[in-house]
């Protein structure tokens, strides 16, 4: 029987002497922490020296699969790749973190949109900030995007067996396109109200779909069925357009465009990672190279 004047918790004592004993090892953790159970969780093949472990620890991890297990090292010089396709990711990445943030004091209705845009720059804290740099990182975006196409296009990065995957970056570069378009009506002001009418305009000569473009009429094309009619929800730019380039700004795009991420992610290492240059041969491999001879 346990006596009543004996306290049933620990004193302060054994407490301080446990800190004592935990002290070393979770000091340990602090100076490796990939040494803890909880990267080990995470990372399940430790990453020794030995290449099967390395390649195990990223064909296991659901992180790091992503990327080949071997790659031609000039290939990831950014001499030769620019950074473009990381810089565009990681741009999509902030495009999305304050988008949803701005998403929170934005309604796509007529009567509030340019007012919560006004209260978003002068009343909300940091707000001026969050937007300016969704808008920043949107002009960002477009350019890397383009200049990661162009050295893809000068370094012959789409020849075979890349040819699938530069048409999945083409379909991720028209995306990105009409992410910026339709994002561009959002603040409802002059500036996007011209803007979205003169690219739905240009829209009505599209062929086949518009009504004034090459056999719209001939497949039934009208003003009041055609593209730009679908777009806008209507014949001008008014609450329906605004509604829709909403919608498609916010869910439907950026789905399709993390989607066909994916898809150029995982294509890259199937098709053996970054095409890259002849390999730079080192001085030990040129030897041996020549003693095979």
């Known amino acids: 029987m346990v006596s009543r004047n004996e306290p049933d918790t620990p004193g302060l004592g054994d407490v301080v002497d446990k800190v004592k004993e935990a002290a070393p090892l979770h000091l ?106 969704h808008r920043w990182a949107a002009h960002a975006m477009i350019i890397t995007v383009w200049m990661h196409q162009l050295r893809v296009f000068m370094t012959g990065s789409y020849k075979p067996p890349r040819e699938f995957n530069w048409n999945v970056g083409v379909i991720l570069l028209l995306v990105t396109m009409l992410l910026s378009f339709t994002g561009y009506l959002l603040p409802d002001d002059q500036l996007g109200f011209w803007a979205v009418t003169v690219g739905t305009n240009m829209a009505r000569a599209t062929p086949l779909i518009g009504h004034e473009g090459p056999l719209g009429p001939e497949f039934g094309a009208t003003a009041f069925n055609d593209i730009r009619f679908a777009m806008l929800g209507g014949s001008i730019v008014d609450a329906n357009a605004l509604l829709r380039a909403y919608i498609w700004h916010c869910v439907g795009l950026p789905l399709v465009g993390g989607t066909f991420m994916i898809v150029h992610f995982w294509r890259i290492r199937k098709d053996g990672s970054i095409s890259g240059p002849a390999p730079v041969m080192l001085a030990s491999e040129v030897k041996t190279a020549k003693g095979r001879r």
């Open 28 to 133: 340990k953790w602090l100076k490796n922490p990939f040494e803890t159970q909880l990267w080990r969780s995470i990372f399940r093949h430790k990453v020794d020296d030995t290449p099967r472990n390395r390649s195990l620890a990223v064909l296991s991890n659901v992180f790091l699969h992503l990327h080949p297990a071997k790659i031609n090292r000039d290939s990831v010089r950014y001499t030769f790749t620019w950074g473009m396709g990381g810089i565009t990711f990681y741009l999509f990445l902030i495009l999305t973190l304050s988008g949803v943030l701005l998403m929170f004091y934005y309604h796509p209705d007529k009567a509030n949109a340019f007012r919560d845009i006004l209260t978003i720059k002068n009343d909300v804290p940091f707000g001026n900030f969050l937007r300016n740099l």
